[in-house]
């Protein structure tokens, strides 16, 4: 299932690294499309839409709704 995040707090490649990293963690098979110009982060996987975002939360991103 394909889900759409807004997550700010990305500035540079090392942080949209450390956001797939998170996702992948939790879901190793998750396919994760960062667009850090408009500070979204598409993530096609069956994990919970809070795991998700608590991943990448803990990761020290903000994500919105």
Do not use: W
Request: charged residues 25%; contains cysteine; hydrophobic residues 35%.
């Amino acid at each position: 299932m394909k889900q759409t995040f807004n997550v700010t707090g990305m500035t540079c490649g090392h942080c949209e690294k450390a956001v797939a990293r998170a996702v992948k963690d939790i879901d190793p098979q998750a396919e994760v499309v960062i667009d850090r110009n408009q500070n979204t982060v598409d993530i096609t996987s069956e994990q919970p839409r809070l795991a998700l975002s608590q991943a990448i939360t803990e990761a020290g991103y903000t994500v919105g709704e």
